[in-house]
């Protein structure tokens, strides 16, 4: 293996791009279904979204893709058109599978513990390729680099304010040692993001 800086390696291809969007939202449809089975949620928006499938009658793919619409608008005048029409296409793609995905197999049992590592290693790499192809999970994400563009707030602050926010109401929903296990997975997916997503050390080949 070379190890290349970005610098030097090409742009991905339209055909790429597909693959890796697919691929990602595929593993971040895997990510919810797991946690579901383990009965724990996450952060962000997708966090937000277990919450409120959770204790309504509105599925967590539903929920999601309303949640995110609002936030297309800012995304197309920070980020550009391609950038918003490849997060739309993933934040669509994965609120269909999650609806799909369980009638192809069902986990009887899961504990929360393994849900929290598997999620957090699924979730991670899902959102890995989805940002290696020029996509998010919209949201909360969008909102950040806005105002850290435009405010000087640090994107990451504000995303750790979302975060608080999402398992202080959780705390006041379930039990608390499902909130302490999600938490966990939370810390192991944003391991995986810290420890690969670096500009500076692409694998290329």
Known sequence: MTLLRPSTATAHSPFEDLLGLISGAVLMALT??????????????AGLSLVLSYVSAWSFGAVFFVLNLPFYWLAVRRMGWTFTLKTFFAVALLSGL??????????????????????????????????????????????????QDTRGIKAGHVQLAFDAVVFAL??????????????????ILNIVILVN????????R
């Open 32 to 45: 919810v279904h797991l946690m579901r089975a383990g009965g724990l949620i996450t952060g962000q928006i």
């Open 98 to 147: 999650t609806g799909q995905l369980p009638l192809g197999f069902q986990i009887s049992w899961l504990h929360p513990g393994l849900a929290a590592l598997l999620t957090g290693i699924t979730g991670g790499t899902g959102l890995l390729i989805l940002f290696r192809h020029g996509a998010t999970l919209g949201g909360v994400g969008i909102v950040a680099v806005w105002l």
């Open 170 to 187: 959780a705390f006041t929903l379930f039990p608390w040692k499902m909130v302490a296990w999600s938490l966990l997975g939370a810390v």
């Open 197 to 204: 997503h670096r500009r500076d050390r692409y694998i290329a």
